[in-house]
């Protein structure tokens, strides 16, 4: 019956976040276009699937994501293995980006628009090699930032500066890599802090953060995303200028 309650109140709020969206779009398709939204029966049926989707997701980060990536970081931190947190840090970045829906979809976009480009063969073959290439070096990219967010927690590095010191990096990277990659290394950024990884490393940082005396989740647990938005840039780059060599 609880269970129930709480997935009612995560539909309504869902409803609610989504209200203005829906108004911006029926108010300008009405009174701007002046035109009557086209299939209405199917508009509504759609907008229900993304309220039930929407909040079905969100139910299900409060009721699993979270507390188990939480109970993790804690069970970690108390069995005091450096060695095997950053291990699971880096499986946990890594993992989580390869089954990022948007990441799969961005490569596969990327594959073909660099094969029309001339940056690669127009082959089937060429395509699908740059596209694990690329998906595998933005993985590969998240799990070291998400063991250099986890490194940072445990040691009370400075986040401004570690931060401002890798964007200078990436402003750097952008004047020497190929200019058909620069784009998508950018994007690439935006796509790994997505639907599976923001929840569990988010979760990762507060439980461990938690978790360490002298830390607070509020100012130590949080900033891991930021780490994982900023490699991948650095990386695609690079990955650019071995592509185009």
Not at 215 to 230: E, H, Q
């Amino acid at each position: 019956m609880r269970a129930m309650l709480a997935l009612w109140q995560a539909m309504l709020g869902s409803l609610r976040d989504l209200l203005p969206i829906i108004l911006v779009i029926a108010s300008f398709q009405l009174f701007v276009l002046k035109q009557p939204l086209p299939d209405l029966g199917q508009t509504l049926l759609g907008l229900l699937l993304v309220v039930m989707g929407l909040s079905f997701f969100i139910f299900g980060l409060e009721m699993g994501l979270f507390p188990i990536g939480e109970s993790m970081a804690h069970a970690f931190a108390r069995k005091g293995s450096v060695l095997s947190l950053l291990a699971f840090a880096f499986c946990l970045g890594f993992g989580t980006t390869i089954a990022e829906p948007a990441l799969t979809a961005v490569a596969s976009e990327a594959a073909k628009v660099a094969a029309e480009a001339g940056v690669i063969e127009m082959s089937a073959q060429a395509q699908s090699s740059y596209t694990v290439g690329l998906r595998f070096t933005v993985a590969f990219s998240v799990g070291l930032a998400i063991v250099l967010g986890v490194l940072r927690i445990l040691k009370g590095w400075s986040i401004q500066k570690m931060i401002i010191g890798g964007y200078i990096l990436v402003v750097f990277m952008t004047a020497f890599a190929p200019e058909n990659i620069i784009g998508i290394a950018y994007d690439s950024g935006g796509v790994t802090t997505s639907t599976i990884t923001v929840p569990l490393v988010t979760a990762l940082g507060v439980g461990l953060a938690s978790s360490i005396k002298g830390r607070n989740p509020m100012t130590d647990g949080f900033g891991l995303i930021a780490f994982a938005s900023l490699l991948p840039m650095l990386f695609v780059m690079v990955f650019g200028m071995v592509v185009a060599s």
